[in-house]
């Protein structure tokens, strides 16, 4: 059977480049995008309105189309959901076990689900922090990615359900509008510093925390989805890491390009929820069984961001 791929929640960050690199890569044929809502503007290629909560409409989905791959990257993510803590569960847990669901039915031959380093917590170690740690989630986002890390683990163990999983750090895009999560200051202070040379931050200029450049995060993403199944040995999520950065130290790197660049700050709860958050990661295992390997650095980072949104 060729391959046959799903990419819910393919209107968000992360979805966005992961639909345009898939087809890339598997041709725009065995890739079909989807949301629960159509995109405002037309698109490229199959896309489906589904509601990833209902799971008859997704198995409707998964059969008419011959979906053999699920990526499934449908989330409320940390700040929106620490305004809207129950509908924020709902959305993240009751998709991913709709997902693993038809996985053990035997629908699916692999999933893909996202962990973040919200799965840490305040007594985790800080700087750094490696794979195997105490993870004390202090938000509702970071509570249901510690539950979803250990549901995988428990359907591949139980059921067979072939199941993988990276923990996202901050991710960095400039394909996509940030999207309600603590770490999206990194993206709008490069549309502020285009658009007004000045940026209000709402994380303090110390507040650290892991990032990584969409392109690297894409290529581990579909790196763990294409190894060999002997070679992902943790199932519950990897570590993934690239560069840790703090306000303070990206804004002093955008003038670099921009001198007259000035950031401000007006913190708010999101910096609490990043202070929860570790400043660095460790991921040896994901570069040893699988190859995670991140080509951008920071000042690569912040120069393609830069020539990007300014085209």
């Given amino acids: 059977m060729s391959k046959k791929i799903l990419v819910l929640g393919a209107l968000g960050q992360i979805g966005t480049d992961l639909v345009d690199a898939l087809r890339l890569r598997f041709g725009a044929e065995s890739v079909i995008a989807s949301d629960i809502r159509r995109p405002a503007h037309a698109v490229e290629g199959v896309f489906l309105e589904i509601d990833a ?30 305004k809207y803590p129950i509908a924020g569960w709902d959305l993240n847990m009751i998709s991913l076990f709709n997902v693993l669901e038809l996985a053990k039915e035997g629908l699916l031959k692999k999933v893909f689900w996202p962990s973040s380093i919200a799965a840490f917590g305040p007594t985790s170690p800080k700087d750094p922090c490696g794979q195997t740690v105490v993870m004390d989630p ?11 890390e250990l549901w995988c683990s428990y359907y591949f163990e139980k059921f067979g359900v072939d199941v993988r999983s990276i923990r996202y750090p901050g991710l960095i895009s400039w394909k996509a509008e940030p999207g309600g999560g603590t770490t ?29 450049y969409m392109e690297d995060a894409i290529e581990s993403t579909i790196g763990i989805m294409e190894a060999k199944a002997e070679d992902v040995r943790i199932r519950t999520s990897y570590n993934i890491a690239a560069f840790c950065v703090n306000p303070r130290i990206l804004a ?12 401000s700050y007006d913190v708010d709860f999101r910096d609490a929820i990043a202070q929860g958050w570790p400043a660095s990661i460790l991921d040896e295992e994901a570069r040893a069984h699988w190859g995670h390997n991140p080509k951008f650095d920071l000042p690569k980072m912040v120069e393609e961001m830069l020539s990007r949104l300014a085209q």
């Fill in 252 to 263: 002093e790197e955008i003038r670099k390009h921009r001198p007259d660049f000035e950031i």
């Fill in 138 to 148: 202090a938000t509702v986002y970071g509570i249901s990615k510690l539950s979803g």
């Fill in 53 to 82: 909560k209902d799971r008859e409409a997704l198995r409707a989905a998964v059969v008419q189309h011959g979906i053999t791959e699920v990526y499934h990257l449908v989330a409320m993510l940390s700040a929106t959901a620490e």
């Fill in 184 to 212: 999206d200051y990194a993206v709008d202070i490069f549309h502020k510093a285009l658009a007004q040379n000045k940026y209000s931050c709402y994380i303090a200029a110390e507040s650290s925390l892991p990032m990584m």
